[in-house]
């Protein structure tokens, strides 16, 4: 089925729309992948941990399709988001993994279908793409948390079924925490991969980040590539905008004694202290989202509380209706 697009360019944004929270008993997710192709293994992944989870899963149309490197065409991947968005009987919508391929679909998703369908969608790496552009175009409440294909450890699960089927006001702490810049910050959570943040700038799928507290993490980027990325935002001006900003791990992320560029490399905490202390907001590093096996789910949008010195963010609201 395809559907015509949306409007894109909103002259304001969209009211914020909290989807309602996922059973605890019944619930029915829909498992799409709206970036890389999907590999048999990682499929039996994600089912079982649904299964484990109590909930029973419906598959896209295109779930287990391969386009070159990515999980069918445009538009077969458009059509998937599309299709569960609208089905009243999916309670929740779950991406199987990231990859690559979620900002080739942005221009063309009709944002009216998600407006008119708020239901909780759950992803990161690529997919803060499209968490960007249904909170930028829909004012969906979307969730940065575990893929399909994630590790399920308890950590993850408590995290995950807290902040979706429980509503609560979860707190995301930091076991070791590394203040950049101290103090307290109020705003609405939002963020994902550093990489994918910076290909959105200038588009109209970025989202103005005043009164955001930014969380932000990568994986497997070199140090010069994450100060390239970070004076990318900063010289368009986006970091110094934000209320406050909270740092992953960045695992793998600091470069060896074994590389061959280490002797001319500095290490990760420099380069944060050298491109975001000076901006005058609390800056924090080490909380476990994103690219680890500890992948705490956040809601974009809602509107917590960052307290560097602590190392902790607090929800201030439910995230589900």
Do not use: W
């Amino acid at each position: 089925m395809t559907y015509t697009t949306g409007k894109l360019y909103q002259p304001s944004p969209p009211p914020l729309q909290k989807p309602a929270a996922i059973p605890r008993n019944n619930a029915r997710v829909g498992l799409i992948t709206p970036a890389g192709a999907l590999t048999r293994s990682a499929f039996e992944k994600t089912v079982n941990n649904l299964e484990q989870l109590g909930m029973s899963v419906s598959y896209s149309s295109n779930l287990r399709v391969r386009a070159d490197f990515l999980s069918g065409t445009d538009q077969q991947r458009i059509d998937d988001i599309h299709s569960f968005f609208s089905n009243d009987q999916i309670d929740a919508i779950l991406c199987a993994r990231g990859g690559y391929g979620t900002t080739r679909l942005l221009d063309s998703i009709n944002y009216d279908i998600i407006r008119a369908n708020p239901k909780p969608f759950i992803g990161y790496s690529d997919i803060t793409a499209l968490l960007s552009a249904f909170y930028k175009h829909a004012g969906l409440v979307c969730f940065h948390g575990p893929v399909g294909a994630s590790e399920f450890n308890d950590f993850t699960i408590t995290s995950f079924q807290d902040t979706l089927v429980a509503g609560e006001k979860t707190k995301l702490e930091s076991e070791y925490p590394f203040v950049i810049q101290d103090g307290v910050a109020e705003g609405r959570l939002f963020g994902g991969n550093l990489s994918l943040l910076t290909s959105l700038l200038g588009t109209p799928h970025d989202v103005d980040y005043a009164g955001h507290i930014l969380c932000v993490e990568e994986i497997g980027e070199s140090p010069y590539r994450i100060d390239r990325m970070l004076t990318q935002l900063l010289s368009a001006g986006k970091l110094q905008r934000a209320a406050g900003i909270a740092l992953g791990y960045f695992t793998n992320c600091d470069t060896k004694p074994d590389d061959p560029h280490y002797e001319y490399s500095i290490g990760l905490m420099e380069i944060f202290h050298d491109r975001l202390s000076g901006l005058g907001i609390p800056v924090v590093f080490g909380f476990p989202f994103g690219h680890e096996k500890r992948n705490a789910t956040f809601p974009i949008g809602i509107n917590a509380i960052l307290d560097a010195s602590k190392g902790k963010i607090k929800l201030l609201e439910s995230a589900v209706a």
